[in-house]
């Protein structure tokens, strides 16, 4: 049976391995006003979201991970793209990013984000990229939340 | 586990050839599979058997008149006289088909504990597989029992001193791992029931990862039950047994009902089959309990002796090689222990070795393996698993090591 030809430098491009070895917006912050926690039974990785938001804006996001390099890549570069933008436009982030990779279409990500195009040709690895985003995505809605990967319902 | 001492050495290399599955490529690179914790391959011989029931024996079982019938129930029943055969079970009474491990456990959790009241206690130890944990909790919660969890210590081996303090007159079971799927831990499992028995206490034994790698002879340890699953010694999945004394198994209500393990329905009252069919509701998985008794001759023609002997090199081989990688740590380094190496590389999460691993052809577990209590015990997120059968060979060691490797020099 014949496969598609996938090489790891796909998965863990430079600013991945990057990522993952100096996240930023590591850690709890000293403000916030929402929190989330999501994890992967799966696999054991558990993000936490914090943030800050200012009327329509995501004042502060930060993040505390305990995962594989993909998650914490991936949740770092989500702080960095977010980071004090307005909540619509992380909404249509969140959107985007679940929707490329979960389409196999990693390769339409744009910015740093296109590092992590490449997860969407590994489907076992595809929660660890989205589990920051979804868990982030359940702190804009609500002010605190718990989500899995493998329940798209949250439970409060 | 202990070799052998006068085993003749196995020939892996025709071995292999009645495993086409192990013959292929995965991601550019000959497959190592060394995942066989979770599940094994199967042998032709084995799925020639379920190919030749299906084509020319197949019928329901226990109720036909017709031959074809006749011969179903008859390929059936000597599936169980060699299940019975392979663990020295004393009778064909005492083999029990399930599905497998899980609910071979759930099955005893389910019937002797229609027996447990409040303050009863179930005795554990804290490297069991959830399917060992979780179905005692829900009967601790039905039926106000309590669960009592025997500790380990840093090589992952059960601290006996604290498990005999906790075997009490309150205790009503033992429910223990006889191998760990996690650590690789075989527990002194014959002292334990000893113990037990002395008490009056009935002990169960999961199986799961010891029937695959040695002789088990359920009257030579003298345990009450015994369950296992077929898929992980190469036969079928959906197929596993549960053995069960049979003084024990007579008093037990039964499990799940319907056919089959009924003698009579009447609206006035139903009685209950005979040993074993009254553990065994509905149409069973025929093709699987002959699929496992395939499996049960392969492995008995190869030797179990000669196949923990093989394993043991396997085992020792692929633990000096790890151990020359920095950053290396096994988790799990138990006196007595099966032919598995959990372990962690600092600064490199499992689940990511898994999939650079996978890049090379090599197919590891990475995550906690159903023991999310054994992975709090070390703290630890999860850990890398690799597992051996008897026809993984030293080739494939060094092809993980290379991978291990290359993963350190990616994370470097
Ligand atoms: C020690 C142990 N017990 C129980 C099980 C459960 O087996 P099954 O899933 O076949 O029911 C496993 C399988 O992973 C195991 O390793």
Redesign the pocket.
Known sequence: MSEPVRELTDLYRQIVLDHSRHPRHQGRPEHFNREAEGHNPLCGDKVRIYLQLQGNLLQEVAFEASGCAICLASASLMTETVHRRPLLEARASVEQFDRALSTGAGATLTGDLAALGGVSQYPSRIRCATLPWKTLLAAMDASSATVTTEQESTQR | MSPGTTAPPLDVASIRADFPVLAQQINGHPLAYLDN??SSQRPLQVLEAIQNYYTHDHANVHRGVHSLSHRATDRYEAARETVRAFINAASVREIIFT???????NLVAFSLGQRLQAGDEILITAM??H??IVPWQLLCERSGAILRVAPINDAGELVLPEFMALLGQRTKLVAI?H???ALGTVNPVKVIIAAARSRGVPVLL?G??AIPHQAVDVRDLDCDFY?F?G??MCGPTGI?VLYGREAVLRDLPPFQSGGDMILTVSFKGTTYNELPYRFEAGTPHIAGAIGLAAAMDYLTRLGLPAIAAWEAGLLSYATGLLLQLPGLSIVGTAGDKASLVSFNIAGIHPHDLGTILDQRGVAIRAGH??AMPVMERFGLAGTARASFAFYNTRGEIDQLLDALRLAQRMFA
Request: hydrophobic share 25%; with cysteine; net charge negative.
């Open positions: 914790a979770a599905r497998g491990t899980t609910e071979a456990i069991e597989h399917s060992n791992t191998v760990s799927n999961d799961a990862q369950a699953s898929h992980k596993g393996h159903c």
